[in-house]
């Protein structure tokens, strides 16, 4: 059995394969004892293990420690390349980008093999577009919900605003109004940007993944919404290692 692990900023998700068969999912934080619980008994199954990660190295020695109580497989840790077949990586030196962005858009070529945008709404939301050819033209990186509500709460003197969420986008009345209120405002602006570059680039195809990836289908966006993008991409570099 293979053992794929998405470690983003905020959370852990992972996913238990048995061939192509997905025997179990799950997810927590870093530091939960119980995060690979579900998992446990049959742990010395797992015959190898395969990590996407954009977590610092210190996290990453967390994450061998729980694996350690878990399985005596390898732990493989996957980033950002150059080239992956007829995906090519826009930036000059790959090690530079976070892994997750990279499997996802593998994940999404490995689907589709024609031009299409990825949008990835985590901690930060990062959106890219590659075209027919695999070539990748770039992206850009924004901060996600929970570091935009931290950036007011901490740094902007005298925000005090509440956590109720809205998908309101009218002037707020109150501060929590015009914090919640603003947000939207914001992602329907990002929602329209990307439309407007997929017209430009006749690109036909995005696919949202992330925890509030639903949020900007929601807000208009025409886009599939596939929250394990990063773990199929992964899994398909994974499994090409293995021939």
């Known amino acids: 059995m293979r053992l794929l692990i998405d470690a983003g900023n905020t959370r852990i998700k992972w996913r238990l394969l048995s061939g192509q068969v997905v025997m179990a999912v799950g997810y927590g934080d870093l530091t939960d004892a119980s995060l ?5 008994s049959g742990g010395q199954a797992i015959e190898r293990v395969s990590v996407s990660t954009v977590r610092s190295d210190k996290d990453r020695k967390v994450l061998e420690g729980q694996l350690s109580g878990l399985t005596d497989a390898v732990v493989n840790f996957y980033g950002a390349e150059a080239r992956r077949g007829e995906l090519i990586c826009a930036y000059p030196d790959p090690s530079k980008m976070g892994a997750d962005r990279w499997h996802g858009m593998y994940g999404a070529w490995n689907r589709l093999h024609h031009a299409f945008a990825v949008v990835d709404a985590g901690s930060a939301i990062t959106v890219d577009y590659v075209d027919d050819s695999g070539l990748h033209a770039g992206g850009y990186i924004l901060p996600g919900r929970r570091l935009h509500l931290q950036s007011l709460r901490q740094d902007v ?3 005090g605003f509440e956590e109720p969420e809205s998908a309101l986008s009218n002037p ?10 603003g947000l939207t ?5 990002v929602v329209g940007q990307v439309q407007r570059d997929c017209r430009d680039r006749a ?7 992330g925890g509030d990836g639903e949020r900007f289908i929601e807000l208009g966006l025409v886009a599939e919404y596939r929250p394990h993008l990063v773990l199929e991409g992964l899994d398909a570099i994974d499994q090409a290692s293995l021939t």
């Open 36 to 40: 690979f619980a579900a998992i446990k």
């Open 157 to 159: 003197a005298r925000v």
């Open 172 to 181: 707020g009345v109150n501060t929590t109004e015009c914090v919640h209120h």
């Open 185 to 189: 405002w914001l992602w329907g602006g």
């Open 203 to 209: 690109i036909s195809t995005v696919l949202v993944t």
